[in-house]
């Protein structure tokens, strides 16, 4: 009778291990998908927001082609400053950001594989119950035996 209520909780915590396990990878895969969702748009977002800085240093530069000779210099010097400015400014973000995501995936990556360690741990705590078990089967086999003789 207690070998057969041990079975049931060693497959009971095998089965909460198993689902447990399997809600965590998937819970795991859906934020690293979020990640990658995240760094996509932001390397999206950077594009945009380069092109719309070349497209307003061009604005400058045609303006400051029209204004006289004297200003022309100094307005086109500007207008690069500028848009070199906003540029950096956008890398810097853009930089920033990545670094985030970079670390959010590393620490996913860390849980990860500190559940394949702990899955690894259950699987020989497993192995070593099993074992356990067995040789129990046999001494009370051999206790059953030396009873009935």
Do not use: P
């Amino acid at each position: 009778m207690e070998i057969m209520t041990l079975a049931i909780a060693v497959f009971a915590v095998i089965i909460g291990l198993v689902i447990g396990y399997v809600s965590i990878s998937a819970k795991m895969k859906s934020s690293q998908e979020a990640v990658e969702l995240m760094l996509l748009n932001a390397e999206q977002e950077a594009t945009n927001l380069r092109g719309q800085a070349e497209r307003e240093a061009d604005l400058l530069l045609n303006e400051a082609k029209s204004e006289s000779k004297s200003l022309k210099k100094e307005a086109l010097l500007e207008a690069k400053e500028e848009a070199r400015k906003y540029r950096e400014e956008v890398d810097a973000e853009f930089k920033s950001e990545r670094q985030e995501l970079k670390q959010i995936e590393s620490r996913l990556t860390e849980r990860a594989t500190s559940l394949d360690r702990k899955d690894d741990n259950l699987t020989n705590k497993e192995k070593h119950l099993n074992k356990k078990n067995k040789v129990f089967l046999i001494e009370q086999k051999t206790l059953m035996y030396v009873k009935s003789n």
